[in-house]
């Protein structure tokens, strides 16, 4: 694989396809249309984006995770519909756990109200726009740093584990900074619960411990006693 057909690949990779703000209706939607305005986007997607299909279960499953704004009736609002194209978006890095930290905390927000997630999801799509750009870059540079050759099948394998490692640190980077701005209480509270549990274990395995040492301390002092009445007769 030379690496004009290597960048063409990456070209596709990152060739999916977000709808605009603008594209979506001002009036409330059913889930029908709503997956139908999502499916009819991802047309204009690379077909490795084809089977990644937002579907009427999984929003069901977003709002019943209270992923979205409480929902009046069968219709979701341009708001929900932004709320779900976020989750949908980071669902792919993020368990819906750490998503849910995340909006639960943005949700709570004084300032947060439709008009700010429109402004985020705004700027969350320009961003993508750039790395898109950029993955091909990035890729050309580290390949370039670490004098890998894609058409030598040993710098080939070498060159995905060193962009599967990038990857992962990448989204080790995105959980940790959200661990540290929005804590998982309830992990923390697990967490608790399970080292009080260990050092009660330890304490109780301890005074066994002691309990023995002392039986056993009890029958060597009986034995000395044993032998020395029996040297007495």
């Not at 690949?9 to 305005?37: F, H, K, M, N």
């Not at 341009?78 to 750490?98: A, D, H, P, W």
């Amino acid at each position: 694989m030379n690496i004009n057909e290597m960048e063409a690949l990456i070209g596709e990779a990152v060739r999916d396809a977000d709808l605009r703000p603008e594209e979506i209706p001002a009036i409330d939607l059913y889930l029908d249309q709503i997956t139908s305005l999502v499916s009819e986007k991802r047309r204009d997607a690379s077909p490795m984006f084809e089977d990644r299909v937002l579907t009427k279960t999984m929003i069901n499953n977003y709002s019943k995770d209270g992923l979205l704004s409480p929902i009046k009736g069968k219709k979701y609002s341009k708001e929900q519909i932004l709320q779900m194209l976020l989750v949908y978006e980071m669902k792919n890095t993020l368990s819906i756990g750490e998503i849910k930290r995340i909006l639960q905390n943005v949700y709570a927000l004084p300032e947060y109200d439709a008009q700010m997630l429109e402004g985020i999801y705004r700027r969350y799509l320009d961003i993508k726009e750039s790395e898109r750009e950029n993955t091909c870059g990035v890729v050309r540079g580290f390949m370039e740093q670490t004098a890998l050759d894609a058409e030598d099948d040993a710098d080939f394998f070498t060159l995905l584990l060193g962009l599967a490692a990038m990857s992962s640190y990448l989204k080790n980077t995105v959980q940790i900074l959200l661990e540290n701005r929005y804590p998982d209480l309830n992990a923390e509270k697990t967490r608790e619960e399970q080292e009080k549990k260990e050092e009660e274990k330890r304490r109780k395995a301890a005074q066994k411990a002691e309990a023995k040492r002392q039986k056993i301390q009890k029958e060597k002092e009986a034995k000395a006693n044993d032998t020395v009445e029996g040297e007495k007769l």
